[in-house]
Structure formats: structure tokens, C-alpha cells
């Protein structure tokens, strides 16, 4: 009886031991799933940060920017690409900063067009926002495309305009420099999961 006591004691012990075994192998894999996911969030801003890092310093080496950007409260920069065959559209990410705190939101960006287009080009945009509640707005993702439309529609010619049109200016930059209009409708923007993680 006693033999069979042990077997059991010994079975049941050893059944515990493969569970707690296994719980943790599958632990360290998820760990390390975490791990590489962790990792290729922070690789994918680092991108970002140094896409718009790039994009900025372009921005700002034009005539007029500086001034007006040193009188905005914060700034969101895209990379995007449109693409289309027949109908158009467009998509990108990017990242808005609170110039005051340093504090970085990363976005998205995407409109659909029915304009005739062939093939895919690229070009970066550049939003600077007067207020803090302008960005604020923006971030949280309460944003009227209108006031994009109507800040688009001030930036005409080579230059960057000095003012802001309803607390907002907004540009499109290409590799032949900063467009002289911009097609904005239906374009929209939203906060990224890259903030989440």
C-alpha cells in the first residue's frame, strides 16, 4: 500500500513539475515575444522621429517658416505617398509635438480622391498649429478638415505664408520644393497604436 502510495505522490509531483515547466518556457517565449515587439515599436519611432526630423529642419530652411513656426505652439509632420490608378489616394505617418512640453503623439494620416492618377508619388507635410488647444484638437483627433482645406488654400506660391489661417497653416512639400496649392479634401488623421505600446 505504501508503494503505491509513493507512485502516486511520485506521479502527481512529477505531472506538477511538467506543468510548472511548461508554464514557464511559455512564459520566457512570450517574454521574448514581448521583447521584439517592444523593440520594433521603438525602431519604428526612432524612423518617424528622424523622418520629421529631417523633413522639419527642410521646412525651416525656407523662406518665411522659421518665423511662423517659432510662433506656433506645436507641429505635425507626415511622409506620404499617393498612389492610384484611375482614382487617387493617399497615406502616410507621422508624429505632432507639443513644442512647450516635448511631448510627441504618432499618427496616421489617409484621404481618397477621385481625381485621374497614375502611378505613386511622395511628398511630406508640415502643419504648424498657433494654439495649444488647436493641436490639442488634433491630436485627440477632433479635427474639422475644413480648417486644413482653408490653411492649404492660404499657402500659395513658393514661399511659406506668415500667418495662420483659423490657427492652423498647412504645407505640402515635394522634391521640387513646397507646392504652390494642395488638395486636402477628405483627409484624415488620427493617433497611431505606436502610442500604445
Known amino acids: 500500500m505504501m508503494h503505491l502510495w509513493k507512485r502516486t505522490a511520485w506521479s502527481t509531483v512529477s505531472a506538477l513539475l511538467l506543468v510548472l515547466s511548461s508554464q514557464l518556457i511559455s512564459a520566457q517565449n512570450a517574454s521574448k515575444d514581448v521583447s ?13 522621429d528622424a523622418d520629421a526630423a529631417d523633413v522639419l529642419k527642410e521646412f525651416r530652411g525656407m ?5 511662423l513656426y517659432n510662433k506656433a505652439a506645436g507641429y505635425a509632420v507626415f511622409k506620404v505617398t499617393k498612389a492610384g490608378l484611375g482614382a487617387s489616394g493617399a497615406g502616410g505617418g507621422g508624429l505632432a509635438v507639443n513644442k512647450k512640453t516635448s511631448a510627441k503623439t504618432y499618427m496616421r494620416m489617409g484621404s481618397a480622391g477621385v481625381g485621374f492618377t497614375i502611378g505613386a508619388t511622395r511628398y511630406d507635410v508640415v502643419i504648424l498649429f498657433e494654439t495649444q488647444d488647436k493641436l490639442d484638437a488634433f491630436v485627440k483627433g477632433g479635427w474639422d478638415s475644413s480648417a486644413t482645406a482653408q490653411a492649404a488654400a492660404g499657402s500659395k506660391g513658393a514661399d511659406v505664408s506668415s500667418t495662420f489661417f483659423n490657427g492652423v497653416a498647412y504645407y505640402q512639400i515635394t522634391k521640387k520644393g513646397l507646392m504652390a496649392s494642395a488638395d486636402v479634401s477628405g483627409t484624415k488623421f488620427w493617433a497611431d497604436d505606436l502610442n500604445k505600446k
Do not use: F, L, P, S
Open 36 to 48: 521584439k515587439d517592444e523593440a520594433k515599436v521603438a525602431k519604428e519611432r526612432a524612423q518617424i
Open 63 to 67: 523662406k518665411g517658416a522659421d518665423a
